[in-house]
């Protein structure tokens, strides 16, 4: 068994360890979280162990790895605790609060001989990479669009800007990153955003590659869909709720109707641990420099809106 340690034990470390306990191979052994009594309910639910201070959680028998899964302010903080006592991480987006501290991160890792990976599930999955592998079949690509736009601001964590609230690193990140994960880096980045209160509520990002460009529309205040779209010379791609797609398709000279049920949480704990096991130090799914230049688009995007978080000031 493969044993986990979580920091944090808010919505979404609960939707992680729902799928982490019908994995197999898979084991919650510790917790911790802020609020003792959290830690408390959730190690009773899981089945695991809630201790008192993180370093105690992450350093529990029969712990391999850590997700961390408090708020993004805080990422970097509980990494280097992680990195300095010599335990993987498993980091949940965004990543950290900018490049810098994305590099700092990676850097420690490096130094100290211990595997550290975003945990960006889209691209642990088979959809995804899938959908990767069907580009040389619609030929050149003439045009991309995505969305996601999800009425999701009255969660009180994105709109507060000391904890990374806003559209862009919450949801904005996913397409962003897929259209990264399939284009690569761009040669432009535009973006054009609505501020209020320090916090982001919409963005139009354009990145521009030879011969065409992605058109990215990011709203956490309306519901408009979630879609990713390829348009090439010979077909298309179609990609409903890409960043935890259960199904994919390709149209044009093949049609195919690719479908995947698999726990997209489960899955993704699943691969990182046998890169761990392996005795990898990157993971080769979800490589450090991917994180990095993911995390430098970001960060352009915010610079031309002048959005700046309160931990940067």
Known sequence: MFGWAFLGCGSIAGQVADELILEEGQKLVSC???????????????????????????????????????????????????????????????????LKEAEEAFALAKEKGVYLCEAMWTWFNSPALTVRSWLEKIGPVKKVTAKYCVPISNNPRLVD???????????????????????????????????????????????????????????????????????????????????????????????????????????????????IAAGKKESALCPPEHTLDVMRILDECRRQMGLVYPSEK
């Open 32 to 98: 911790w979280n802020r609020s003792k009594e959290r830690a408390e309910k959730f190690a009773e639910k899981y089945g695991c162990r809630a201790f008192f201070t993180p370093e105690e959680a992450i350093k529990a028998e029969g712990v391999d790895a850590v997700y961390i899964a408090v708020t993004a302010d805080k990422h970097l903080d509980y990494i280097r605790l992680c990195l300095e006592a010599g335990v993987p991480v498993l980091c949940e987006k965004p990543f950290t609060v900018n």
């Open 161 to 275: 800007p000391v904890r990374l609230g806003g559209a862009l690193v919450d949801i904005g990140v996913y397409p962003i990153r897929y259209a990264y994960e399939l284009f690569g880096y761009p040669k432009a980045i535009s973006c054009k955003g609505r501020v209020e209160d320090g916090v982001d509520h919409e963005e139009e990002i354009t990145l521009t590659y030879d011969g065409f460009t992605a058109e990215l529309s990011v709203n956490m205040d309306e519901w408009k869909g979630e879609e990713f779209c390829v348009e090439g010379e010979k077909g298309s791609i179609r990609v409903p709720f890409f960043h935890c797609a259960e199904e994919a398709f390709l149209s044009g000279e093949e049609e195919v109707h690719f479908e995947d049920k698999c726990k997209k949480y489960g899955t993704e704990f699943r691969r990182v641990s046998e890169e």
